[in-house]
């Protein structure tokens, strides 16, 4: 079973501190994927990476970075964390880089509350 | 702009009742339509999905109904049970899109009574 593990389940941090969320995925995927959730709003895409470096925005990329390093490992960077940040995030991955219809696996998520 | 438009935002059925979830889109080149539940502390998981040259998707008690012409999807959740109650998000992906993105809806929190 694919698992996609996010390090944290519950983060606090202060306005303007530097976040890290850390995102580990078991199954050799090619593409990994971060999401924001929020009530009313879904799941939208923050950044994408379909190979180790490379990384692409997606419809919210602003105040936010990622990096992929290893092919298994893909973090989001909050560069000074503001309270609009807060929010339930999202990571997940998928096979097969050229495969449109590869399902995406979610981690649980990470629960961010800025303060 | 939202490229899949889903409601209700949110659903309250009785036990034995049947769940709609309706989802429409603009982009013709939309090809795969796939569901996504998620239940409270997990994230989503694939339940079902559909490609459109079938109208009609059905594994067990939950059925994709696809209606290329009018440009919506839905989902029925038939006999629903108290474990059924989640946060259902429908998706589209298009043919040719960089890694087969996929669009989601906003989500419908669905809450079965027994």
């Known amino acids: 079973d694919v698992k996609v593990t996010q390090s944290s389940r519950y983060l606090v941090k202060r306005t303007g501190e530097k976040v890290f969320l850390e995102c580990v995925q078991d199954?050799?995927?090619?593409?990994m994927f971060w999401y924001r959730q929020d009530p009313g709003l879904g799941l939208r895409l923050i950044y994408f990476?379909?190979?180790?470096?490379?990384?692409e925005k997606g419809d919210i990329p602003e105040g936010y970075s990622v990096s992929r390093e290893k092919k298994e490992r893909f973090s989001l960077i909050l560069e000074s964390a503001s309270t609009n940040q807060t929010s339930m995030y999202l990571c997940?991955?998928?096979?097969?880089?050229?495969?449109?219809?590869?399902?995406?696996?979610f981690g649980n998520g990470t629960r961010l509350t800025v303060t | 702009q939202q490229q899949v438009k889903q409601s209700p935002q949110s659903l309250i059925v009785q036990k034995g009742g049947i769940s709609i979830i309706n989802c429409a889109y603009e982009?013709?080149?939309?090809?795969?339509f796939p569901w996504y539940q998620q239940f409270p502390g997990k994230g989503p998981a694939l339940l079902i999905a559909?490609?459109?040259?079938?109208s009609e998707k059905k594994e067990g008690r939950f059925t994709i109904s696809f209606n290329k012409s009018a440009k919506q999807f839905s989902l029925h959740i038939m006999d629903s049970q108290p474990g059924d109650s989640a946060t259902y998000f429908c998706?589209?992906?298009?043919?040719?899109?960089?890694?087969?993105?996929?669009?989601f809806g906003r989500g419908t929190q669905l809450t079965v009574w027994p």
């Open positions: 997940a991955s998928s096979p097969q880089r050229t495969s449109y219809n590869s399902p995406l696996h």
């Open positions: 199954m050799d995927h090619e593409n």
């Open positions: 990476s379909y190979d180790v470096k490379m990384k």
């Open positions: 982009n013709t080149a939309f090809d795969y």
């Open positions: 559909i490609r459109p040259d079938v």
């Open positions: 998706a589209a992906s298009a043919r040719g899109s960089t890694l087969g993105r996929l669009y």
